[in-house]
């Protein structure tokens, strides 16, 4: 039986009027607090805004479909374990649908494999569910959900060998919940899988909110979710949560911030493009306990 996902509440107790949540309404007391310094720690996936780091830097990287479609014939050897994002957000924003089809994607993420190796997770082409999305798209929650689950089944089908990542989309709490069974009824045992995204959290300005859906989905059993570009903020609510997360923060941290580490001499006025400050970026979260390291891919197994 597919678990359900319902806020966590003290019996008697009344949720608070001036705290109204995109996901729910919640008491102050079912808010996660921030974990202790000894729990588990997430992977972290820096984003890359160029596919060639993976041939030249060690630390784990997400890279874009996007990103990837540029290279014809010189492809970059991993020296380090990636995640492969869809680009969907950005596809369905520009199309409104999804017009590649599943046979090239997975046709695409095969090649990608075997050129270029160290693929831990590729991500389906799923349909996210902001409202902005929607109104593009002209479909329903469910109706993205259903494509979702549709299409990573086809990609499973015909790229067996390629570590698929299955996406839960949803907007509402209840909708996550519903996109769950989807994957239960349709013989997908969430729980079994390596990793598990969490789709349309990362641009909920919200971490608190955020914070309540993943402490859910882990009373579920779900100790395998990946969180897409999530926050410091969430790192510090819900990082024992998660099994691993991406983010590009440092590239927007670089620009808002107008950050040129000193050491670096290429002509940008900004370190937003500079692999040098997402790996120093990637190092200052592992030293404040709030990431960590594939430990097969350790620096210290490295040497």
């Known amino acids: 039986m597919t678990p359900t996902l319902t806020a966590p509440a003290p019996a008697g107790a009344a949720p608070s009027p001036a705290r109204a949540l995109p996901l729910l309404t919640v008491p102050a007391s079912a808010i996660p607090t921030s974990p202790a310094a000894d729990v588990r720690r997430p992977v972290l996936f820096t984003g890359a805004p160029e596919a060639c780091w993976l041939g030249r830097y060690r630390f784990p990287m997400l890279v ?22 869809s680009g969907g957000f950005t596809h369905l924003r520009m199309n409104g649908r999804w017009i590649v089809s599943a046979e090239q994607y997975a ?13 831990v997770a590729a991500a389906p082409q799923d349909w996210m569910c902001e409202p902005d999305v929607l109104r593009l798209t002209g479909k329903t929650i469910r109706e993205h959900q259903e494509l979702t689950v549709a299409n990573f089944l086809r990609l499973r089908e015909l790229a067996p060998t390629i570590p698929w990542m299955p996406v839960l989309q949803g907007w509402t709490l209840g909708s996550y919940s519903t996109h769950l069974e989807m994957y239960a009824k349709a013989g997908v045992d969430l729980h079994l899988e390596r990793r598990v995204g969490v789709g349309s959290i990362c641009r909920r300005q919200n971490s608190v909110t955020i914070a309540v859906l993943l402490d859910i989905l882990a009373q579920a059993g779900l100790r395998n979710l990946h969180g897409f570009g999530v926050k410091i903020r969430g790192l510090e609510l819900s990082g024992d949560r998660l099994f691993s997360v991406d983010s590009a923060a440092w590239s927007y941290h670089a620009s808002r911030e107008n950050i040129r580490l ?18 120093h970026w990637h190092t200052d979260l592992i030293e404040r306990a709030l990431v960590t ?4 891919h350790h620096p210290a197994h490295l040497n």
């Open 64 to 85: 874009s479909r996007n990103r990837l479609v540029r290279l014809k014939r010189k492809f970059p050897l991993a020296i380090t374990p990636w995640i492969l994002d």
């Open 107 to 119: 046709d695409e993420v095969l090649k990608w494999q075997e050129t270029i190796g160290g693929l």
């Open 293 to 296: 390291w594939p430990e097969e």
């Open 262 to 279: 000193p050491e670096c001499d290429h002509a940008a006025a900004d370190c937003r493009a500079c692999p040098r400050y997402a790996e």
